[in-house]
């Protein structure tokens, strides 16, 4: 389910997004949509190496995510993650 | 011999079968029936004396690991706790919690012929994705006996 969210931005990162905005011929939404995308998975990254460290279990990982074991296992098998 | 399994209250019973009937996992309402036929008992899980609660809140994990920790202690009776958690595993080992893995579940299942060997079979392939390369390898040659 999708949602809409307005965010204030820091001046340094209006002027990031003007640049793609102007680079990739996209829409302001877009190209936030997409830095928050790779943000995201970033700290999916993230969170996979402190699992597969042993720093954290897998609920740590799906409360940090905001989701429940089922889906984390769901994201993992999607992503090719093994457990 | 007989098998019987035991889900944590809180954690394990509301993830796999309480939101899972939520979500409409098929699995789910098959849990949900085994519990029903009380093919599965539900435990809840007390806090336990002070050493083994400091120990477990130094080790910092989420509550429902610590269900399983506070299951496991106060449950003298079982043969083995399933986890694929490596995290979970490491300190339920420590324990001396017997933590086992799903594909040594199953292969055990086999053995005591709860299952068949084709049934292990399909069933560790179902699950093939879950796992590291080499963890299904192995499980295979030890569900024939090989290894």
Known sequence: MAVEIAIPVDEKVSKYIQVLVETERKSHSDVVRALLEEGYKGEIEKLYTSYSRGEITLRRMARRLGLNYRELYQLLANKNLPL | ?147
């Open chain 2, 1 to 147: 011999m007989s098998w019987t399994f035991t889900l944590a209250k809180k954690g394990v019973k509301a993830e796999a079968v309480d939101l899972g009937l939520q979500a409409g996992y098929s699995d789910a309402l098959e849990l949900y029936r085994l519990i029903k036929a009380e093919a599965i008992t539900v435990a809840k899980a007390q806090p336990a004396v002070p050493p083994f609660e400091t120990v477990v809140a130094a080790y910092d994990v989420e509550p429902g690991d610590v269900e399983i920790l506070r299951l496991c202690r106060l449950a003298s009776d079982y043969d083995h706790v399933v986890v694929d958690d490596r995290l979970l595993y490491l300190i339920l080992h420590r324990f001396a919690m017997r933590p086992i893995f799903l594909p040594d579940l199953i292969i055990a299942m086999a053995r005591e012929m709860a299952i068949t060997e084709e049934t292990g079979e399909q069933l560790l392939e179902a699950i093939r994705s879950r796992y590291r390369t080499g963890f299904i390898e192995h499980s295979l040659l030890m569900l024939k006996e090989v290894l």
